[in-house]
Protein backbone atom coordinates (compact mmCIF):
# COMPACT_ATOMS: atom_id res chain seq x y z
CA UNK A 1 0.00 0.00 0.00
CA UNK A 2 0.99 3.57 -0.52
CA UNK A 3 1.64 5.30 2.85
CA UNK A 4 2.25 9.24 2.71
CA UNK A 5 3.19 10.45 6.13
CA UNK A 6 2.57 13.98 7.27
CA UNK A 7 5.45 14.14 10.66
CA UNK A 8 2.78 15.95 12.73
CA UNK A 9 -1.05 15.56 13.42
CA UNK A 10 -1.40 18.40 16.22
CA UNK A 11 0.82 21.42 16.39
CA UNK A 12 0.07 24.46 18.44
CA UNK A 13 2.50 27.49 17.24
CA UNK A 14 2.67 31.58 18.08
CA UNK A 15 2.13 33.95 15.48
CA UNK A 16 5.30 35.15 14.10
CA UNK A 17 6.94 31.46 14.82
CA UNK A 18 8.49 29.68 11.31
CA UNK A 19 6.68 26.36 10.95
CA UNK A 20 7.82 23.25 9.20
CA UNK A 21 4.82 20.00 7.92
CA UNK A 22 6.90 18.03 6.72
CA UNK A 23 5.53 15.14 4.47
CA UNK A 24 7.02 11.82 2.82
CA UNK A 25 5.94 9.36 0.60
CA UNK A 26 7.22 5.70 -0.02
CA UNK A 27 6.07 4.66 -3.55
CA UNK A 28 8.08 7.20 -5.95
CA UNK A 29 5.26 9.35 -7.22
CA UNK A 30 6.85 11.99 -8.88
CA UNK A 31 3.75 14.59 -7.71
CA UNK A 32 3.42 15.84 -4.38
CA UNK A 33 1.11 18.24 -3.54
CA UNK A 34 0.24 19.99 -0.14
CA UNK A 35 -3.92 21.42 0.19
CA UNK A 36 -5.60 23.36 3.14
CA UNK A 37 -8.68 22.42 4.20
CA UNK A 38 -10.99 24.95 6.03
CA UNK A 39 -15.03 24.59 7.13
CA UNK A 40 -17.33 25.51 3.80
CA UNK A 41 -14.25 26.10 1.70
CA UNK A 42 -13.05 22.72 0.52
CA UNK A 43 -9.61 21.66 0.07
CA UNK A 44 -7.42 24.41 -1.56
CA UNK A 45 -4.44 23.80 -3.60
CA UNK A 46 -1.25 25.62 -1.59
CA UNK A 47 1.95 24.42 -3.98
CA UNK A 48 2.71 21.61 -5.48
CA UNK A 49 5.62 19.85 -7.28
CA UNK A 50 6.22 17.46 -10.05
CA UNK A 51 9.81 17.06 -10.00
CA UNK A 52 12.74 17.05 -7.04
CA UNK A 53 13.26 21.00 -6.78
CA UNK A 54 10.69 21.64 -8.74
CA UNK A 55 7.64 23.61 -7.52
CA UNK A 56 4.59 25.40 -9.16
CA UNK A 57 1.95 27.26 -7.13
CA UNK A 58 -1.95 26.81 -6.52
CA UNK A 59 -4.53 28.59 -5.65
CA UNK A 60 -3.23 30.21 -2.22
CA UNK A 61 0.53 29.97 -2.19
CA UNK A 62 0.61 33.69 0.22
CA UNK A 63 2.74 33.06 3.42
CA UNK A 64 3.57 29.52 2.38
CA UNK A 65 6.96 28.27 0.77
CA UNK A 66 7.34 25.02 0.06
CA UNK A 67 10.65 22.78 -0.47
CA UNK A 68 11.74 19.30 -1.92
CA UNK A 69 14.96 18.14 -1.99
CA UNK A 70 14.42 14.63 -2.07
CA UNK A 71 11.75 12.71 -4.27
CA UNK A 72 10.01 11.14 -1.29
CA UNK A 73 10.20 14.22 0.75
CA UNK A 74 7.89 17.53 -0.05
CA UNK A 75 7.95 20.34 3.19
CA UNK A 76 5.51 23.16 3.26
CA UNK A 77 7.35 26.18 4.93
CA UNK A 78 4.84 28.79 6.78
CA UNK A 79 8.00 31.65 7.50
CA UNK A 80 5.41 33.79 9.83
CA UNK A 81 2.86 31.74 11.01
CA UNK A 82 -0.05 33.80 11.31
CA UNK A 83 -3.64 33.28 12.90
CA UNK A 84 -5.14 32.98 9.76
CA UNK A 85 -2.98 30.01 8.75
CA UNK A 86 -4.54 27.90 11.50
CA UNK A 87 -6.12 24.73 9.47
CA UNK A 88 -5.63 21.27 8.45
CA UNK A 89 -2.83 20.70 6.49
CA UNK A 90 -2.53 17.88 3.50
CA UNK A 91 -0.30 15.93 2.09
CA UNK A 92 -1.02 14.24 -1.13
CA UNK A 93 1.35 12.56 -3.81
CA UNK A 94 0.28 10.64 -7.60
CA UNK A 95 2.40 8.99 -9.97
CA UNK A 96 2.87 10.92 -13.41
CA UNK A 97 0.63 9.10 -16.43
CA UNK A 98 3.78 7.67 -18.77
CA UNK A 99 5.19 5.70 -15.15
CA UNK A 100 1.47 3.34 -15.49
CA UNK A 101 0.00 5.61 -13.05
CA UNK A 102 -3.59 7.00 -12.97
CA UNK A 103 -4.05 10.65 -13.56
CA UNK A 104 -5.89 12.71 -10.50
CA UNK A 105 -4.89 9.25 -8.78
CA UNK A 106 -4.11 11.21 -5.16
CA UNK A 107 -2.98 9.34 -1.97
CA UNK A 108 -3.37 11.53 0.86
CA UNK A 109 -1.97 11.46 4.57
CA UNK A 110 -3.50 11.87 7.34
CA UNK A 111 -3.60 15.60 8.27
CA UNK A 112 -1.96 18.32 10.34
CA UNK A 113 -3.86 20.36 12.33
CA UNK A 114 -2.42 23.60 13.04
CA UNK A 115 -3.30 25.72 15.52
CA UNK A 116 -1.92 29.51 15.53
CA UNK A 117 -2.55 31.66 18.60
CA UNK B 1 -7.81 23.84 -15.68
CA UNK B 2 -11.72 22.71 -15.82
CA UNK B 3 -13.90 24.39 -12.74
CA UNK B 4 -16.17 22.00 -10.80
CA UNK B 5 -19.65 22.76 -9.23
CA UNK B 6 -21.49 20.00 -7.33
CA UNK B 7 -24.41 20.50 -4.90
CA UNK B 8 -23.37 21.68 -0.97
CA UNK B 9 -25.45 18.53 0.22
CA UNK B 10 -27.61 16.26 -0.16
CA UNK B 11 -29.38 13.53 2.33
CA UNK B 12 -30.19 10.22 2.02
CA UNK B 13 -31.67 6.94 3.67
CA UNK B 14 -29.79 3.55 3.88
CA UNK B 15 -30.72 1.20 1.33
CA UNK B 16 -31.48 4.01 -1.23
CA UNK B 17 -29.40 4.71 -4.16
CA UNK B 18 -27.52 8.08 -3.71
CA UNK B 19 -26.32 10.44 -7.55
CA UNK B 20 -24.33 12.89 -6.99
CA UNK B 21 -23.59 14.98 -10.02
CA UNK B 22 -20.79 17.52 -11.17
CA UNK B 23 -20.92 20.41 -13.79
CA UNK B 24 -17.73 20.88 -15.65
CA UNK B 25 -18.82 22.95 -18.58
CA UNK B 26 -15.28 23.57 -19.52
CA UNK B 27 -13.57 20.33 -19.62
CA UNK B 28 -10.62 19.39 -21.81
CA UNK B 29 -10.32 16.82 -24.14
CA UNK B 30 -7.56 15.14 -22.33
CA UNK B 31 -8.86 15.44 -18.68
CA UNK B 32 -10.28 12.65 -16.66
CA UNK B 33 -13.07 12.82 -14.18
CA UNK B 34 -11.99 11.46 -10.82
CA UNK B 35 -14.03 11.28 -7.45
CA UNK B 36 -12.96 10.94 -4.18
CA UNK B 37 -14.41 10.74 -0.56
CA UNK B 38 -13.65 11.94 2.70
CA UNK B 39 -14.70 10.79 6.50
CA UNK B 40 -14.09 13.07 8.98
CA UNK B 41 -10.60 13.93 10.36
CA UNK B 42 -8.51 11.39 7.73
CA UNK B 43 -7.49 12.52 4.26
CA UNK B 44 -9.73 11.83 0.84
CA UNK B 45 -9.61 8.50 -0.69
CA UNK B 46 -10.24 7.57 -4.30
CA UNK B 47 -12.93 5.99 -5.46
CA UNK B 48 -13.35 5.63 -9.24
CA UNK B 49 -12.22 7.38 -12.62
CA UNK B 50 -13.59 7.73 -15.68
CA UNK B 51 -13.11 9.50 -19.32
CA UNK B 52 -16.26 8.51 -21.18
CA UNK B 53 -19.64 6.48 -20.66
CA UNK B 54 -19.58 4.27 -17.54
CA UNK B 55 -17.15 3.09 -15.14
CA UNK B 56 -18.11 1.00 -12.41
CA UNK B 57 -16.17 -0.87 -9.54
CA UNK B 58 -17.17 -2.67 -6.28
CA UNK B 59 -17.82 1.09 -4.56
CA UNK B 60 -19.50 2.88 -7.44
CA UNK B 61 -20.45 4.14 -10.69
CA UNK B 62 -19.65 6.63 -12.47
CA UNK B 63 -21.36 8.16 -15.27
CA UNK B 64 -20.28 10.52 -18.10
CA UNK B 65 -22.30 11.77 -20.88
CA UNK B 66 -21.16 12.27 -24.18
CA UNK B 67 -20.25 15.79 -24.14
CA UNK B 68 -18.65 15.30 -21.03
CA UNK B 69 -20.04 18.72 -19.58
CA UNK B 70 -21.12 16.29 -16.26
CA UNK B 71 -20.75 13.25 -14.46
CA UNK B 72 -22.58 11.93 -12.08
CA UNK B 73 -21.44 9.28 -8.93
CA UNK B 74 -23.55 6.72 -8.18
CA UNK B 75 -23.64 5.10 -5.00
CA UNK B 76 -26.01 1.78 -4.37
CA UNK B 77 -27.73 1.18 -1.68
CA UNK B 78 -25.85 3.53 0.81
CA UNK B 79 -25.32 2.87 4.60
CA UNK B 80 -24.65 4.72 7.62
CA UNK B 81 -20.96 4.55 6.94
CA UNK B 82 -21.02 6.27 3.52
CA UNK B 83 -21.89 9.40 5.24
CA UNK B 84 -18.71 11.45 4.12
CA UNK B 85 -17.75 14.75 1.96
CA UNK B 86 -17.54 13.83 -1.66
CA UNK B 87 -15.25 15.58 -4.07
CA UNK B 88 -15.44 16.00 -7.77
CA UNK B 89 -11.73 16.52 -9.16
CA UNK B 90 -11.42 17.05 -13.03
CA UNK B 91 -7.48 16.74 -14.01
CA UNK B 92 -5.44 17.03 -17.16
CA UNK B 93 -3.53 13.92 -18.25
CA UNK B 94 -0.17 15.22 -18.49
CA UNK B 95 2.71 15.13 -15.75
CA UNK B 96 2.98 18.70 -13.92
CA UNK B 97 -0.83 18.84 -13.39
CA UNK B 98 -2.15 21.08 -10.42
CA UNK B 99 -4.94 18.99 -9.47
CA UNK B 100 -7.82 21.22 -8.04
CA UNK B 101 -10.67 20.25 -6.57
CA UNK B 102 -14.30 22.13 -5.61
CA UNK B 103 -16.13 22.29 -2.22
CA UNK B 104 -17.30 18.69 -1.97
CA UNK B 105 -20.84 17.26 -1.50
CA UNK B 106 -21.82 16.19 1.83
CA UNK B 107 -23.76 13.28 1.96
CA UNK B 108 -25.64 12.54 5.15
CA UNK B 109 -27.51 8.87 5.77
CA UNK B 110 -29.72 8.19 7.91
CA UNK B 111 -31.04 5.13 9.48
Known amino acids: DVKVTQSSRYLVKRTGEKVFLECVQD?????MFWYRQDPGLGLRLIYFSYDVKMKEKGDIPEGYSVSREKKERFSLILESASTNQTSMYLCASSPNPTSGGNTGELFFGEGSRLTVL | LAKTTQPISMDSYEGQEVNITCSHN???????ITWYQQFPSQGPRFIIQ???TKVTNEVASLFIPADRKSSTLSLPRVSLSDTAVYYC????????????FGKGTTLSVSS
Open chain 2, 89 to 100: LVARRQAGTALI
Open chain 1, 27 to 31: MDHEN
Open chain 2, 26 to 32: NIATNDY
Open chain 2, 50 to 52: GYK
